[in-house]
Each structure stands twice: as structure tokens, then as C-alpha cells.
């Protein structure tokens, strides 16, 4: 593949339309009235593209959140499995948004698309940027560990470096997303990176894994007066706690190992956590690089990730992106954080 990269859509083979395309506000409007819900016609698009997902005014009530699975990405069983986590961890008290249950359902299904009805909850982003909400932050993902060691997943899937890593590697290089003259770069670090990787989850193998959220980002947590709630379990797999505890570090080594300490602070409380997976973090967040571009390439053809995520199909996004796993693949040497004090 040339530099002409970002010009070049229709080499590319992107197409204009998708499945997507026929959620119209009809369909979404007669999906939610499906679950026993009347409309009153007011949609609000809400900030989601692996799914899509809407605010519903409801005639005489309060608003509810409809979430429209993307087609062919998880089974029946799989979703049911996550709504049924959901209202386990509800049952615990633990303050998790769950799917409404109508008339002993969760999971519906309208003009093609599979969906589920939530209750809005309100909050904003968490900040995170104090020991007191750090600690309340550990002890809710401490509350949400302690209910997934309770029993495995069978139909969701398992973290691993080959689905997160391997794979995504190899279509993006199948796929001719890599600009030709970094072709050899790429295919360099990424193969070190990988092979380091494999190592430091090799040196973890007796790390027992457990159920978790799976994609805990600040933006799936909203916080109100009464702390934090998720609000979208649609991620939850089995893997190990470290992977729902690094996305909430940032800056430095020294920072993290501040903030890292605090959460642990919290989380300790409700769930014991073995310290040998500190050495997984920067595994993970290398990980978690090389899925986010095989992810973007291959949703290409939603017409919504063009428009949402213009900058991926120009060489300067792999110029970076090379840097970045080369700087990466130094911090997985490095060695494990080291918890640290403020």
C-alpha cells in the first residue's frame, strides 16, 4: 500500500452503506414500544460506534436508553450472559447500570437488530484526580471482582495475546493498512513486542482470571454524589483484575505507581489482588494499541468510522503508531510498576 492511504477509499473498497443504515427512527421508536414501552417520538444519538445506542423519551416517564448490538458480533448467548452479570452485580449491590427486564426478558429483537433497554443514569466523567476518589474508585472495582470470582463465563470470550494481539496484527498486515515505507518497521516492532508479551503473560500463567468489565476507561464510569457507576458491561470477559485497573493510570511511572496504590488501597478492601500482575500492565496497554488499529480498520466500512476517526487513514497515524509500540515495547522491558506513596 502507498502514501495515498487517506485519499484512496474506494481502492480501499469502503463501502457507503451498512447494516446500520437501516435503524431508522421508525424502526428504533417500534423496538422500543416492542418491550412494552410507548415513545414519544424524542431520539437523542448517543456518543457509542461499536454499537449504537439512543435516548428514548418515553411518553409520561422518564427517558430510557435503547442499545442496538452490532450485527454478528456477539451471539445470543454471549449478551445474555453479560445482562445476566449485570443483575448479578446488582443483586450485590454493586452500582452497575443493568437492562430493564420486561416481562421476564432482556434481550429483544426489531427489524433485524438485537437490543436491550437500560434506564438513564445521569453523572459525569470521574476525575480521578485525588487519593479519596481514587480509593472509592478501587473499592467499587474490588466490590465488582469479589461477584465475578463467584463463578466463570461460558459463552463470553477470554483475554488473550493472540485475539488482542496476534490477530488484529495480522489482518491489518493481510489487509494492506500499513503504508508500504513502514512496512518493515511494523512488522519488526510489532513481532519483538508480541514476543515480549507472550513472555510476561507466560511468567503470569498462575494468575487465576476471573469475570470482569473489560473495558474500564473513565469514559464507561459516570460519577454522581454517590460514586461511580458503569454504565456499559458490553466488553465483560474473563482475564486477569490487573486489565480492569491500568486504564485508570496515567503520566509517569512514579504517578502511576501513586495512583496504582491507591486504587490497590480500595480494592483491597473487598478482593485480594496478586502483585505479580503489576508486570502485565504495559503488556496490556500494548495490547490494547495494536487491537484499538485492528479494531478501527476493520469497522472501516461503517460509515460512521470515517467520519468519526478521519485522521486513521493518514501515514502520519502510523508514523505514530510505530513510535508509540516502539516506545512501548521499551516500557514492557522495563520491568513492572512499583507501587509508590504520595
Not at 428504533?28 to 439512543?54: C, F, H, K, M
Not at 426478558?105 to 426489531?110: A, G, I, K, P, Y
Not at 427489524?111 to 445521569?122: D, H, I, K, L, N
Not at 472495582?141 to 488482542?164: K, M, P, W
Request: proline share 6%; aromatic share 12%; glycine share 8%.
Amino acid at each position: 500500500m502507498n502514501d495515498t492511504h487517506g485519499q484512496d477509499n474506494q481502492h480501499r473498497g469502503v463501502r457507503h452503506d451498512h447494516p446500520y443504515d437501516g435503524l431508522t427512527p421508525d424502526v428504533i421508536t417500534a423496538a422500543v414500544e416492542l418491550a412494552g414501552l410507548r415513545s414519544d417520538g424524542r431520539l437523542l444519538p448517543l456518543n457509542s460506534y461499536e454499537n449504537r445506542v439512543y435516548q428514548v423519551g418515553i411518553e409520561e416517564g422518564v427517558p430510557v436508553i435503547a442499545k442496538f448490538y452490532r450485527p454478528r458480533r456477539w451471539s445470543d448467548d454471549a449478551i445474555l450472559e453479560e445482562h445476566a452479570f449485570a443483575a448479578e452485580l446488582v443483586a450485590a449491590e454493586v452500582p452497575v447500570v443493568a437492562p430493564l427486564n420486561y416481562a421476564g426478558r432482556t434481550l429483544f429483537e426489531h427489524g433485524g437488530f438485537r437490543f436491550a433497554v437500560f434506564p438513564r443514569q445521569g453523572g459525569r466523567w470521574p476525575e480521578l484526580g485525588d487519593d479519596t476518589s481514587r480509593e472509592w474508585m478501587g473499592r467499587f472495582l474490588g466490590r465488582i471482582h469479589a461477584v465475578g470470582r463467584r463463578r466463570r463465563f461460558q459463552f463470553r470470550t477470554e483475554l488473550s495475546v493472540d485475539a488482542l494481539g496476534e490477530e488484529p496484527r495480522a489482518w491489518l498486515l493481510e489487509h494492506d493498512w500499513i503504508p508500504e515505507h513502514l512496512l518493515p518497521a511494523y512488522e519488526s516492532v510489532t513481532a519483538e513486542l508480541l514476543d515480549a508479551i507472550h513472555a510476561q503473560f507466560d511468567s503470569c500463567d498462575a494468575v487465576a482470571p476471573l469475570r470482569l468489565h473489560g473495558d474500564c476507561h473513565p469514559g464507561n464510569v459516570l460519577w454522581t454524589d454517590d460514586g461511580p457507576h458503569f454504565v456499559d458491561l458490553d466488553d465483560c470477559l474473563t482475564g486477569p483484575a490487573i486489565q480492569d485497573i491500568w486504564m485508570l493510570l496515567s503520566g509517569n511511572r512514579r504517578e502511576m505507581g501513586v495512583q496504582l496504590s491507591q486504587l490497590l488501597r480500595g480494592y483491597t478492601q473487598f478482593a485480594d489482588f496478586d502483585y505479580s500482575e503489576l508486570r502485565l500492565i504495559e503488556a496490556l496497554r500494548s495490547l490494547r494499541m495494536i487491537h484499538y488499529a485492528g479494531w478501527l480498520a476493520r469497522r472501516w466500512d461503517d460509515p460512521a468510522f470515517p467520519r468519526a476517526f478521519p485522521w486513521f487513514a493518514e501515514t502520519r497515524y502510523w508514523e505514530r503508531h510505530v513510535l508509540d509500540l516502539r516506545e512501548q515495547f521499551a516500557a514492557v522491558l522495563e520491568g513492572p510498576l512499583e507501587l509508590a506513596d504520595a
